[in-house]
């Protein structure tokens, strides 16, 4: 069935400015030169200036410069007689701020122009950012091998929502310590205590704009898991950048949580994985460590034909400490015993705590066997010094059996045996220290 109404002629564009203000997309129209000739009012809300600032402008110009290239060639396409739809871009709003467009625009040939709708998409962008963003922060969580490792992918992760190049992670111990597992400043300035105090104190967010030209804006989130705060992430912006705003804060506040989750799962796992591998009481690595320790010791002394040193050690009359002074000063012993063993050692070597008072260190690559008598000699003179607990000054001095591979064992297993073994017949015996699979003492 035919309309009764007759078809109204289009009229020409420029004469329905009034209507064409009304719609909530930007209706853009660009001479063949590439300068706007006419924008609707929905463009000062999208792109922060008025039509009259827009009006003769070159279009590019507000185009953001990574997106530069391939508008012109979206352009030229149009202009060539393609019909562009869908076509996505970032511009550079008055205030500085990225906003992402979706346009679809034609050319008309003959008043020479390109005539364009464009539809902010940003709250989209920023929604589909977010969520990937989201997925990227729990993989990260699962494919970082440390926490600060963890924090710098975590960077790069916020990064693609909010201007990120100064960013800090703080984090409060179970004893209330703030301190940075990650920080990177442009100018390589100190990490901000006091702000990151504040923000973990009372749990809010903090929006400082620069007061002037050449100060520093400041984001700061709380990180927050179950009620408790448990840091801060904060953002820097440098003099003359664009500074953060409350919806940069509310993004990071929203994001934080997830980092906060990330960042207490990688604790808690390095944290077992300590308590598998160390000495809770002196630090010490413990005897699975050590075992492991041993056997790449003994790869590489296979391979280079070295030796491999190995002291075991007790410390006499340590029972007695504990039945006369308790077992705190027993702890207050071993704990100094662990500092001063590592004083007799290179980096290279290994002191390790196996049980009660009894210790192993491991000398990997030392060039003769002799070596290994020169450390435990050391490591008598340093145990042998007064050390004062429980209002007393005490010396207890330590039976030592030593043992070398390839001479007392060609596998982890054997060494560990032969140096226990001296060990305890230095001990029964009152000798000092004793060669492993001899009873000559020193």
Known sequence: MRSIFPAMPLPPILAKRAFLDLLPDAICVVDEHGRFVFVSAACERIFGYTQDEMVGRAMIELVAPEDRARTLQAAADIMAGEHKLNFENSYVRKDGRRVHILWSARWWESDRLRIAVARDITERKRAEATQAALYALSEAAHAASDLPALCAHIRLIIDSLVPANNFFVATVDGDGVLSFPYSLDEHRAAPPHALCSEVVRTGQSQLRIAATPDACGWLAVPLKTEHRTTGALVLKSMPGE??????????????????????????????????????????????????????????????????????????????????TLGHATGDLLLQETAQRLKRCVRDAD???????????VLLPGIPQPEDALVVARKIRSALGQPVALGGRHLTVLPSIGIAVYPDHGEDALALLEAADQAMYRAKHSGDDCRWAGTADEY
């Open 350 to 360: 290994t002191v390790a705590r196996v049980g009660g008072d009894e210790f192993v």
């Open 242 to 323: 664009t500074g953060y705003t409350d919806r940069d804060m509310a993004l990071l506040h929203f994001v934080s949580t997830q980092v906060a989750t990330a960042i207490k799962r990688m604790q808690l796992l390095a944290q077992l994985k300590r308590m598998a591998q160390f000495d809770e009481l002196t630090g010490l690595p413990n005897r699975a460590l050590l075992r492991d320790r041993l056997d790449t010791a003994l790869s590489a002394a296979r391979r280079e034909h070295a030796y491999v040193g190995l002291l075991y050690l007790d410390l006499d009359r340590f029972k007695e400490v504990n039945d």
